[in-house]
């Protein structure tokens, strides 16, 4: 799409499930020169806007099914500047992923990433961390961007969610564990040139 149309919708209708009933849908930014805003995270169509700025955009949808089993998808979505060619939008389907209710299966891969994401690696502490008490979670990013970050139990259930501004070098926030249970969970973010999944013990 071409400035000044800044929104998109993304539509995730063409998911299917030939074993089960699809239970959960969630949409979040993979990537992107600005962070946007999306109206319903768990909804099937739902809007992002804010892409006020041009250059690729992927969002990332992530199905879970009846019996905890995962798949992924990612939209492509290119902003052109005004005047600029008008690009298609591309998106491929999510097909059944094949896990099961104890395997938590994170994406891998993404779309080619822009050289303009950060480089970002994190760590959490302390871990383990007793229940109810706080993480530490720091990001270390080479410049200034927005973090997408969820929590997300061994059965793929998102726990929490928050969006990180990121700055060149560390960055600190905290993380509540008082409604999350002992067990293993998977903090996932996005946002830097791939995606990072780090590891919390609750104990």
């Known amino acids: 799409m071409t400035l000044s149309t800044s929104s998109a919708t993304l539509a995730g209708s063409a998911s299917y499930d030939p074993d089960g009933n699809i239970v959960q849908y969630y949409w979040y930014q993979a990537q992107g020169p600005v962070s946007s805003a999306i109206g319903n995270n768990f909804s099937q169509i739902t809007t992002a806007s804010g892409l006020t700025t041009a ?7 992530q199905v879970k099914d009846n019996s905890g089993a995962l798949a992924y998808s990612f939209k492509t979505v290119t902003v052109n500047s005004a ?3 008008v690009t298609t939008v591309q998106s ?3 097909t059944t992923a094949t896990a099961t209710t104890t ?3 994170i994406a891998t891969t993404l779309p080619e990433l822009s050289s303009t994401q ?8 302390p871990n383990p961390v007793a229940s109810g008490q706080m993480a530490r979670l720091v990001i270390n990013s080479d410049r200034a961007g927005t973090a997408a970050v969820a929590v997300v139990n061994i059965s793929g259930n998102i726990m ?6 990121l700055v060149a070098g560390a960055n600190t926030t905290m993380l509540s ?3 999350l249970g002992q067990g293993l969970y998977i903090i996932n973010i996005n946002g830097g ?3 990072l999944n780090v590891k919390l013990m609750i104990h």
């Not at 950060?118 to 502490?125: F, H, M, Q």
Request: proline share 6%; aromatic share 6%; glycine share 12%.
């Open 55 to 61: 250059g690729t955009y992927v969002f990332g949808l």
């Open 193 to 195: 040139r791939k995606p």
């Open 177 to 179: 564990t008082s409604a």
């Open 103 to 105: 395997t938590l299966r």
């Open 118 to 125: 950060p480089e970002l690696s994190s760590t959490v502490s």
């Open 83 to 85: 005047g600029g060619l």
């Open 92 to 94: 491929d389907t999510v």
């Open 160 to 165: 929490a969610t928050q969006k990180v501004k």
